[in-house]
């Protein structure tokens, strides 16, 4: 899978840097900008891939100054804040974002190692089937999340979010594992099917609205649990020192001493199947 | 050949092809990991009347396990890799699932794996949740003391068994002093096994028997007390005989173990070191002493 501090050496070992040439708030669709697409490109083949301002037709050479031949390996620099999903559909290489992302970044993707160093907008990673996410910011509304009229968000891989993030993180995953450092908005792991939402901030309110099984492991203060959640007993999980490990393999610095302990665990939600769970740190 | 004044007998181990796995088992204390392990390992002495040979390797620090608790390597050889599923199925599930706060993971990063969690998850009666985590699948199964952790397969591999050889001794003590200090040698070797107890065999067998429907019966050419009954093939002088097996999970660490012990076994009131084979007839690996001493 990769490690999460990986990326950072990305540049220098060589990469293909695009530079925004300048802000805008026009909102620019650029999932083009993608190492599967610009695998086996020369600088002038990537300049001319299609990217959408606003709703005119134009190429990345229009938007980006580009450089670079180690076409896996894709630093983008500037203000893409308003750029939407980079990285859309990445099967593999490592793409760094210097700055802040905009919505969909990373979306579908299945492989590879998306690293942003700023804040990421909303839908981050949504439906994503494999690879890492790595943001050292925070996130917005939807993360690991499952589209409108979609049954299942994220599928499999690994998001990690220093800072905090918005409403409904995780919508409807199905597997995985998301991170969150900081702390989670409202209706985290709603509708989730499975997979695993670890908050080590706050938990927002009415965590695991509809959801079927999966795991909200809370680490923070005691959250606000919806009354269609039982308490189940009080345990030392041994499945989320695997996670720590894993984690602490991948990079991220976190300690088993963090997560030891008690948890209180409380399942449901009982308006569905009931057999998610809500761990809470005693 | 002599080494430290002890003769190196020039002849070959035999050794065969086997199935190995490796579990890595753990537990909220190092006592309890070894006794999940020991139990989970015990009575695998030898294929031919247990299915299974297993052992114990050097227990292993909480930085080095999958859950981060105090962990020890467990080492199983097979015939077969159905012969490998059933046997730890049973020994994973009334050695190790009843053992308190015991976890079980594989140990082996192979391709090919057998169900062990994938089958046991079924105690859990419904309540068992699954944990998936890049590429590995966990199995949470309700206990009496919180839950135990299981993963869904564990590797298997071509794996090498019946790697030996024989310490022969002036004395019973001499001799078991001998194996003791090969068994403490060949242990530090990771990926290598010694199923027997202690490490040690005092009761070697040949294939034959005098006996209609016996196949195996006491080796008699190494018996001391049967000279003046039978043919036997022990030098003058020698008492008492050991025999150390090792199966491995390739051939260099059979070979490495046996690098180790034999050496460690040469010490005083020792007189031969052999090695039992079948003409190379049988087994696909030979090692030789005269080599494995030579370095």
Same mark, same amino acid.
């Given at each position: 899978?990769?490690?999460?501090?990986?990326?950072?050496?990305?540049?220098?070992?060589?990469?293909?840097?695009?530079?925004?040439?300048?802000?805008?708030?026009?909102?620019?669709?650029?999932?083009?900008?993608?190492?599967?697409?610009?695998?086996?490109?020369?600088?002038?083949?990537?300049?001319?891939?299609?990217?959408?301002?606003?709703?005119?037709?134009?190429?990345?050479?229009?938007?980006?100054?580009?450089?670079?031949?180690?076409?896996?390996?894709?630093?983008?620099?500037?203000?893409?804040?308003?750029?939407?999903?980079?990285?859309?559909?990445?099967?593999?290489?490592?793409?760094?974002?210097?700055?802040?992302?905009?919505?969909?970044?990373?979306?579908?993707?299945?492989?590879?190692?998306?690293?942003?160093?700023?804040?990421?907008?909303?839908?981050?990673?949504?439906?994503?089937?494999?690879?890492?996410?790595?943001?050292?910011?925070?996130?917005?509304?939807?993360?690991?999340?499952?589209?409108?009229?979609?049954?299942?968000?994220?599928?499999?891989?690994?998001?990690?979010?220093?800072?905090?993030?918005?409403?409904?993180?995780?919508?409807?995953?199905?597997?995985?594992?998301?991170?969150?450092?900081?702390?989670?908005?409202?209706?985290?792991?709603?509708?989730?099917?499975?997979?695993?939402?670890?908050?080590?901030?706050?938990?927002?309110?009415?965590?695991?609205?509809?959801?079927?099984?999966?795991?909200?492991?809370?680490?923070?203060?005691?959250?606000?649990?919806?009354?269609?959640?039982?308490?189940?007993?009080?345990?030392?999980?041994?499945?989320?020192?695997?996670?720590?490990?894993?984690?602490?393999?991948?990079?991220?610095?976190?300690?088993?001493?963090?997560?030891?302990?008690?948890?209180?665990?409380?399942?449901?939600?009982?308006?569905?199947?009931?057999?998610?769970?809500?761990?809470?740190?005693? | 050949?002599?080494?430290?004044?002890?003769?190196?007998?020039?002849?070959?181990?035999?050794?065969?092809?086997?199935? &190995?796995?490796?579990?890595?088992?753990?537990? $909220?204390?190092?006592?309890? /990991?070894?006794? !999940? %392990?020991?139990? @989970?390992?015990?009575?695998?002495?030898?294929?031919?009347?247990?299915?299974?040979?297993?052992?114990?390797?050097?227990?292993?620090?909480?930085?080095?396990?999958?859950?981060?608790?105090?962990?020890?390597?467990?080492?199983?050889?097979?015939?077969?890799?159905?012969?490998?599923?059933?046997?730890?199925?049973?020994?994973?599930?009334?050695?190790?699932?009843?053992?308190?706060?015991?976890?079980?993971?594989?140990?082996?990063?192979?391709?090919?794996?057998?169900?062990?969690?994938?089958?046991?998850?079924?105690?859990?009666?419904?309540?068992?949740?699954?944990?998936?985590?890049?590429?590995?699948?966990?199995?949470?199964?309700?206990?009496?003391?919180?839950?135990?952790?299981?993963?869904?397969?564990?590797?298997?591999?071509?794996?090498? &068994?019946?790697?030996?050889?024989?310490?022969? $001794?002036?004395?019973?003590? /001499?001799?078991? !002093? %001998?194996?003791? @200090?090969?068994?403490?040698?060949?242990?530090?070797?990771?990926?290598?096994?010694?199923?027997?107890?202690?490490?040690?065999?005092?009761?070697?067998?040949?294939?034959?028997?005098?006996?209609?429907?016996?196949?195996?019966?006491?080796?008699?050419?190494?018996?001391?007390?049967?000279?003046?009954?039978?043919?036997?093939?022990?030098?003058?002088?020698?008492?008492?005989?050991?025999?150390?097996?090792?199966?491995?999970?390739?051939?260099?660490?059979?070979?490495?173990?046996?690098?180790?012990?034999?050496?460690?076994?040469?010490?005083?009131?020792?007189?031969?070191?052999?090695?039992?084979?079948?003409?190379?007839?049988?087994?696909?690996?030979?090692?030789?002493?005269?080599?494995?001493?030579?370095?």
């Amino acid at each position: 899978m990769g490690c999460l501090s990986c990326a950072a050496l990305a540049r220098a070992s060589g990469e293909v840097t695009l530079r925004r040439k300048e802000s805008s708030s026009i909102p620019i669709e650029a999932e083009t900008i993608s190492p599967d697409r610009f695998r086996g490109l020369s600088e002038a083949q990537i300049a001319r891939l299609p990217a959408y301002y606003g709703r005119r037709l134009v190429t990345l050479g229009d938007l980006f100054e580009i450089e670079g031949v180690h076409t896996e390996q894709i630093g983008v620099e500037g203000d893409v804040s308003h750029v939407k999903k980079i990285g859309y559909g990445m099967t593999r290489g490592s793409l760094t974002i210097r700055g802040d992302a905009g919505p969909h970044t990373g979306a579908l993707m299945s492989g590879g190692e998306l690293t942003i160093d700023g804040d990421a907008g909303d839908w981050l990673g949504a439906q994503m089937k494999g690879g890492v996410i790595n943001v050292m910011g925070g996130a917005g509304n939807f993360l690991g999340g499952a589209y409108p009229g979609e049954a299942r968000g994220m599928n499999r891989g690994l998001i990690v979010v220093r800072g905090n993030v918005g409403q409904e993180a995780g919508l409807r995953m199905r597997r995985g594992l998301i991170v969150v450092l900081g702390a989670t908005g409202d209706f985290p792991g709603a509708h989730m099917i499975a997979g695993t939402l670890l908050a080590l901030g706050r938990l927002g309110p009415r965590p695991g609205a509809g959801m079927k099984r999966g795991t909200i492991v809370a680490l923070g203060e005691a959250p606000e649990l919806l009354p269609a959640f039982r308490y189940s007993g009080t345990f030392e999980p041994v499945f989320l020192r695997f996670y720590i490990q894993h984690l602490i393999k991948e990079g991220l610095m976190l300690s088993q001493r963090q997560l030891a302990g008690l948890y209180k665990r409380y399942v449901g939600d009982f308006n569905e199947l009931g057999k998610g769970e809500i761990l809470v740190h005693v | 050949m002599k080494y430290q004044d002890v003769e190196i007998e020039d002849t070959f181990a035999e050794a065969f092809e086997m199935w &190995g796995s490796r579990l890595i088992i753990t537990a $909220a204390t190092p006592g309890w /990991a070894e006794t !999940a %392990a020991r139990v @989970a390992t015990g009575l695998a002495t030898s294929i031919i009347g247990c299915g299974c040979e297993a052992g114990v390797n050097q227990p292993l620090p909480p930085e080095r396990t999958p859950d981060g608790r105090p962990g020890v390597p467990a080492l199983f050889f097979t015939t077969s890799k159905e012969a490998m599923e059933a046997q730890l199925l049973t020994r994973v599930g009334q050695g190790v699932m009843t053992s308190p706060t015991s976890a079980c993971f594989n140990g082996l990063n192979v391709r090919e794996r057998v169900k062990v969690g994938s089958r046991l998850r079924y105690f859990g009666d419904g309540f068992q949740v699954s944990k998936y985590v890049e590429g590995r699948r966990l199995w949470r199964i309700p206990v009496m003391d919180g839950e135990f952790v299981v993963e869904e397969g564990m590797g298997v591999r071509p794996a090498v &068994g019946g790697g030996n050889f024989f310490i022969m $001794a002036e004395t019973q003590e /001499a001799g078991l !002093a %001998a194996a003791e @200090a090969a068994v403490a040698a060949m242990v530090q070797v990771p990926d290598a096994i010694m199923p027997f107890p202690g490490g040690i065999v005092r009761s070697g067998s040949k294939i034959s028997s005098k006996y209609k429907g016996q196949h195996v019966s006491s080796n008699t050419p190494y018996c001391p007390t049967l000279r003046g009954q039978t043919q036997v093939e022990l030098p003058e002088g020698v008492q008492a005989v050991f025999e150390i097996v090792v199966d491995g999970l390739d051939e260099g660490a059979v070979r490495k173990a046996l690098q180790a012990g034999i050496p460690a076994a040469c010490g005083e009131g020792i007189l031969r070191i052999s090695a039992g084979n079948y003409g190379g007839k049988l087994g696909k690996y030979q090692y030789h002493l005269h080599k494995l001493v030579r370095g």
